[in-house]
């Protein structure tokens, strides 16, 4: 019998309600090309998100390329938006009115998940926004952006977390996150204590800060890298900031909690085992963006 109509049988006997055709609508706004190929692979990576979720009964995504969408009807029921873009001063959606019209889809209920650089955005312009929508952002001269490898030993007891096991993953992990205070609605999903080298650049605004250096170096404090939200009105959201190179996407434990996030934010069932659908290997070579460049190797370690 079908994976899938099994989780949907096994939701029902929990009580939960299966979805129906259409039930819910996810807008996925992938970035332009920024870095070379492989890297960054915003559109590809939007791409891969709809192969896997498209096989779920109930769930009909759409896919607008180069950071925006054609019209802002687009977003007319949506039930979550998700971003996977660059960020900081060049976030697309901090863009003309763009942050309005964010705002008022989230007074609507509608979810939001943030993917990598899209974490990001300027602390007056969409700061105050993404810890009310997402409940986290990176913070200039606050947060970090070393490549490193996390151990994620253990995992939340929380459906963005269903069947996803420990692993082990090197990536641009970005930590030292500006969160809610006191975690107030936070979830941290994915959490691991970065090695003392991903603190050896020099201070800057993205690479070190006497607030990391306390918190990783002096208090070993573990650093949140994927985390979901619940809103007081009743809408959803969450942060990862992993993602820098395409590849990692064939990873099924560090896919599986993103697209079990986007299910969670759009108020979906989350299958008993998570998001389980195969990855053909040409969604992890195709429909690769390139601006004439070799795709950008990680460093063997941190930056001196």
């Known amino acids: 019998m079908n994976k899938h109509i099994i989780n949907l049988i096994a939701l029902s006997l929990l009580g939960a309600t299966p979805l129906l055709a259409a039930d819910k609508k996810i807008v996925l706004v992938a970035g332009g090309a920024s870095h070379g190929s492989g890297d960054h692979e915003h559109r590809a990576g939007c791409l891969l998100f709809k192969a896997c979720l498209d096989a779920i009964p109930g769930i009909k995504t759409e896919v607008h390329a180069g950071g925006w969408v054609p019209d802002t009807s687009a977003f007319d029921g949506a039930d979550a938006i998700v971003i996977y873009s660059d960020g900081g001063g060049g976030h697309p959606f901090?863009?003309?009115?763009?942050?309005?019209?964010?705002?008022?889809?989230?007074?609507?209920?509608?979810?939001?998940?943030?993917?990598?650089?899209?974490?990001?955005?300027?602390?007056?312009?969409?700061?105050?926004?993404w810890l009310d929508w997402i409940g986290g952002y990176f913070a200039v001269n606050w947060s970090v952006n070393p490549f490193w490898e996390a151990d994620f030993k253990t995992l939340p007891n929380h459906p963005v977390a269903r069947g996803v096991k420990p692993f082990k993953q090197r990536d641009e992990w970005y930590y030292h996150m500006r969160f809610q205070p006191e975690m107030?609605?936070?979830?941290?999903?994915?959490?691991?204590?970065?090695?003392?080298?991903?603190?050896?650049?020099?201070?800057?605004?993205?690479?070190?800060?006497?607030a990391v250096r306390q918190a990783v170096l002096t208090n070993q404090e573990p650093q949140h890298v994927m985390w979901v939200y619940e809103r007081p009105?009743?809408?959803?959201?969450?942060?990862?900031?992993?993602?820098?190179?395409?590849?990692?996407?064939?990873?099924?434990?560090?896919?599986?909690?993103?697209?079990?996030?986007?299910?969670?934010?759009a108020k979906a069932d989350v299958p008993l085992n998570g998001v389980d659908t195969p990855v053909p290997p040409e969604l992890l070579t195709g429909s690769l963006d390139t601006k004439g460049q070799k795709p950008k190797a990680a460093p063997a370690k941190a930056a001196q």
Request: charged share 25%; net charge positive; proline share 7%.
């Open 184 to 210: 107030k609605g936070v979830t941290p999903i994915l959490s691991a204590l970065p090695p003392k080298e991903t603190l050896n650049r020099k201070d800057g605004p993205h690479e070190n800060n006497p």
């Open 94 to 129: 901090i863009k003309d009115n763009r942050l309005e019209i964010l705002s008022d889809l989230m007074k609507k209920g509608v979810g939001l998940g943030c993917v990598h650089y899209a974490v990001e955005v300027p602390t007056d312009k969409g700061g105050q926004e």
């Open 233 to 265: 009105d009743g809408g959803r959201g969450f942060g990862f900031t992993g993602g820098h190179s395409h590849k990692f996407w064939g990873n099924d434990d560090f896919r599986k909690p993103v697209l079990n996030a986007i299910l969670w934010i």
